[in-house]
């Protein structure tokens, strides 16, 4: 779920500025003192925390979803629910759990940005391990959070490499059950280590400049 802030981040940046003006003052370099601004903006923007509401009949706007969420059941996940973000219009996120691996994988659904994977154990010390499909934005992570990053490939073959590349250590239980509160708690955790770490202009400059430059024909990702 950390993998969304930036998203909207971003497009609070956007709101702030409007693309082109963005563009001109991100190119022109701007100061430090200036891309810190905006980067506390953007967090400060942000929710201390998030609800989960279970989604009866979720409709995909990515067909491509349900085919993620039954690539994952047959690698072993049971079904946890789909769910809308309370302070996120328009998000869904699937949740599966593997009890017996200790990995919960959610399948985010974004109106803007789309749908991305990701997989997650979390330890008994309150560390975690992850590995999203979502390239990444240079920005720092918190000392508790271990996140790697892979190109989409089907479910089987990220669980494989998750369970491969993992960090070793005692695992907490994870169930159908407590899935989406854990997600609720690691956002809400985040949060107070992201207000207490402020972005840094070094931090918030390339990707602001690569989500502009999208508006002069350059491709880039916003996280």
Aim: charged letters at 20%; proline letters at 5%.
């Amino acid at each position: 779920m950390w993998t969304i802030l930036m998203l909207v981040a971003f497009l609070v940046i956007w709101k702030l500025l409007g693309r082109r003006l963005l563009a001109g003052f991100v190119l022109n370099i701007a100061g430090q003192g200036a891309l810190e601004d905006l980067g506390k903006k953007a967090v400060d923007a942000q929710p201390d925390g998030i609800r989960l509401s279970r989604v009866a009949t979720p409709v995909w706007d990515d067909a491509g979803v349900q085919q993620i969420i039954t690539s994952f059941r047959a690698a072993g996940f049971a079904d946890a629910g789909v769910y809308s973000v309370d302070m996120m219009p328009g998000v869904k996120v699937a949740i599966l759990v593997k009890p017996q691996d200790c990995v919960a994988a959610h399948v985010f659904e974004h109106p803007k940005t789309g749908t991305w994977i990701e997989l997650v154990t979390r330890y008994q010390d309150g560390t975690s391990s992850a590995l999203t499909t979502l390239p990444s934005t240079g920005q720092k992570q918190p000392p508790w959070l271990t996140t790697m990053r892979t190109a989409e490939t089907p479910a089987r073959d990220l669980v494989c490499q998750f369970m491969r590349d993992r960090r070793a250590g005692a695992m907490k239980a994870i169930s159908a059950e407590q899935a989406p509160r854990d997600l609720e708690e690691n956002f809400a955790k985040y949060m107070l280590w992201r207000r207490a770490t402020p972005m840094t202009a070094a931090e918030i400059a390339p990707s602001v400049k690569a989500w502009a430059q999208k508006g002069t024909g350059q491709t880039a990702n916003l996280v």
